[in-house]
């Protein structure tokens, strides 16, 4: 953003403020880019199946054991042990990409069996 400014300030200030201003600007530039390199360096990006876990699903297909869950908007297969109706909401407890379990209830505030979910 500020290498922008610095540009449009190097064009319409006059001789020799814009040489001075774009100096400015490209050394509020160079902070930016260190500052954005230090905040995000480090950070694991999270992709795939991973992401899933923890996450609440919505069972479309009976899982008896196997059947599909929808997660964010995306159909999963899923597994589960103790089984889940149509309807029914699961916590993603393990997700693979090519399958997925529920088993067992989620100690939260509300009663949730844990689902694995893969995408299909």
Known sequence: M?????LVLLLFVPW???LLAFLLGLLAFCGEV??????????RVRVG???LIGRT????????PRGQVRVGGE?????CDHGADPGDEVRVG????SSSWCSGSAPLDYSVPTA?????
């Open 2 to 6: 500020f290498l922008i400014v610095a």
């Open 16 to 18: 020799p403020w814009n």
């Open 34 to 43: 260190l500052f954005w390199n230090r905040r995000v360096r480090g950070k």
């Open 49 to 51: 199946a991973e992401t």
């Open 57 to 64: 699903a919505t069972v479309v297909r009976e899982c008896r």
């Open 75 to 79: 159909l999963w297969e899923a597994r």
């Open 94 to 97: 393990v997700a693979t990409s």
């Open 116 to 120: 694995t979910a893969s995408w299909s």
